[in-house]
């Protein structure tokens, strides 16, 4: 049973343009959430994150906003860039961790985007 | 400062063998984790750390052993490797245990034959 769904495999963007990469969660107990960016042969690496109290978060380029109701996360790349072409996961936990123990993060299968110039 | 690497990149094995997978992190994190990625699927994880001399089950352990005996490493082992468990390996570290604090390796590619 997939928790997070990322339903689009692949995505390609003009350059300068938007990037929207989705996101979907079916657990109602996950209260944050996060997006990584993969580049090929590395490890993931943290994007941006945002809290259920909060619908929109924004850094530089990346805004992820988050619509409770839906059970729906979005990442928004404006403009996007050649260099941001990796594949993007959403990840999903209920709380931020950090406390002592392990909070467990469920991932989605990744959207690659590719950014033409 | 080289982060999270892990040894080896690459490796081929038959069923039935056994191999470690190595992790090392020279940030003086408490918490390492050991996460495989399967083709359509998200990455799971299959044990963690807390601390040196610490470790627990994660999502998906079964066919898995860990050790970490040192703080900076955290050993991954097959015992008997199955086709099932042909995948790619990442192992992180965090100073925290925050889910957005999570440093990766590069991966090691498993393949059992």
């Known amino acids: 049973d997939q928790q997070v769904k990322q339903n689009s495999p692949s995505l390609s963007v003009q350059e300068g343009r938007i990037s929207i990469l989705n996101c979907d969660y079916t657990?109602?107990?996950?209260?944050?959430f996060l997006w990584y960016k993969k580049y090929p042969a590395e490890g993931p690496t943290f994007l941006i994150s945002i809290s259920s109290i909060k619908d929109k978060n924004e850094d530089g380029r990346f805004t992820v906003f988050l619509n409770k109701s839906a059970k729906h996360l979005s990442l928004h790349i404006v403009p996007s860039q050649p260099g941001d072409s990796a594949v993007y996961f959403c990840?999903?936990?209920?709380?931020?961790?950090?406390?002592?123990?392990?909070?467990?993060?469920?991932f989605g299968t990744g959207t690659k985007l590719q950014v033409i110039p | 400062n080289a982060g999270v690497t892990q040894t080896p990149k690459f490796r081929v094995l038959k069923t039935g063998q056994s191999m470690t997978l190595l992790c090392a992190q020279d940030m003086n994190h408490e918490y390492m984790y050991w996460y495989r990625q399967d083709p359509g699927m998200g990455l799971r994880l299959i044990h963690y750390s807390v601390g040196e001399g610490t470790t627990a089950k994660g999502e998906v352990p079964d066919g898995y052993n860990v050790s970490r005996l040192k703080k900076q490493n955290f050993l991954l082992g097959l015992e008997s490797a199955a086709p099932s468990q042909t995948s790619v390996y990442f192992c992180?570290?965090?100073?925290?245990?925050?889910?957005?604090?999570?440093?990766f390796g590069p991966g090691t590619r498993l393949t059992v034959l």
């Open positions: 990840a999903a936990s209920a709380g931020a961790g950090g406390s002592g123990g392990y909070q467990k993060v469920t």
């Open positions: 992180a570290s965090s100073p925290t245990g925050s889910t957005d604090t999570q440093y």
């Open positions: 657990n109602s107990m996950f209260d944050y």
